[in-house]
């Protein structure tokens, strides 16, 4: 059986994985918070997931590379210095991260991409998130992927045509931009809404989590998978084969 270590285990999402993980036939190792040693957890673990802090990434990682552990990381809120930490990390062990392990987003990610490029640049596309009321970073990691989707469609990335909220003057809308709104409150698991609009007519995908079990199950899912994969970073596509 491969077991599991958990960076963030006290956490909403550690605890959803603690309890999901037996259930999918694999045993947790142990977990690691703001104390505990990251070191001796991945050590003990035959591979492991991540659902901390951004400040946390460098010594989880550090520790998954030293103990030659392969890490799933659905830690969000993450800038490019941490992407080039994680691509660094994947010379020595496999590592896979994603701001959404669940299916569904797996799938919408594919239908905005499509849609997208099939609409065209007559139609609009904005992004709206919602999350519970502690969520730490905004927008959230899934509002990332999907405009990121979104941008690919339309032959851009998302630095180049996302815009991060309106207030004030805006003026009129920019064609070919992204827009992207955060609301937060109470204990909403996380909505997303990705809407393209045009004159007299709009489209509007959603996908709602009524459950962080759906985020367990991939993450664990796809932390298995992980296990005995060579070094290199992987990505949920693979995993759940959408
Ligand atoms: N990819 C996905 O599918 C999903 C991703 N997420 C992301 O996962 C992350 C965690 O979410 P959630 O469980 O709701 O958050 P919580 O705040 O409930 O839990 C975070 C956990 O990380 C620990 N932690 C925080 N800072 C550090 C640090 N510097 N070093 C070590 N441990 C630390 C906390 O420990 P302590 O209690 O000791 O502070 C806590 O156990 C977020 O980035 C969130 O966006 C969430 C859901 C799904
Ligand atoms: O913090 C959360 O709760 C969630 N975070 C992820 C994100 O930032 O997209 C995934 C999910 O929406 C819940």
């Not at 640049?121 to 959230?140: F, L, Q, T």
Request: charged content about 20%.
């Amino acid at each position: 059986m491969t077991s599991i270590g958990i960076f963030g285990s006290m956490g909403r999402m550690g605890l959803a994985i603690a309890e999901i993980a037996p259930e999918l036939g694999a045993p947790v190792a142990g977990g690691c918070d703001m104390s505990g040693d990251p070191n001796e957890l991945a050590r003990k673990s035959d591979t492991l997931v991540d659902f901390s802090a951004p400040a946390a990434l460098e010594a989880h990682l550090a520790a998954a590379r030293a103990a030659g552990t392969p890490i799933m990381i659905g830690t969000t809120g993450l800038g490019a210095r941490h992407h080039a930490m994680i691509d660094e990390a994947a010379r020595d062990i496999a590592v896979l991260q994603t701001g959404n392990t669940s299916l569904g987003i797996g799938l919408l990610s594919h239908l905005v991409r499509e849609a997208a490029a099939r609409l065209g640049a007559d139609w609009d596309i904005e992004i709206v998130e919602m999350h519970h009321r502690n969520k730490a970073d905004a927008p959230s990691g899934t509002a990332l992927m999907l405009g990121e989707a979104a941008a690919q469609g339309i032959g851009t990335t998302l630095s180049e045509a996302g815009v991060q909220g309106r207030a004030g003057l805006t003026g009129p809308r920019a064609a070919g931009t992204i827009g992207m709104a955060a609301l937060r409150g109470g204990s909403v698991v996380g909505d997303h809404s990705v809407i393209f609009a045009t004159a007299g007519e709009r489209i509007e995908f959603t996908h709602r989590a009524d459950d962080r079990a759906i985020f367990a199950r991939g993450a664990v899912r796809a932390a298995l998978w992980l296990a005995g994969r060579a070094p290199g970073r992987y990505t949920m596509d693979q995993v759940l084969g959408v």
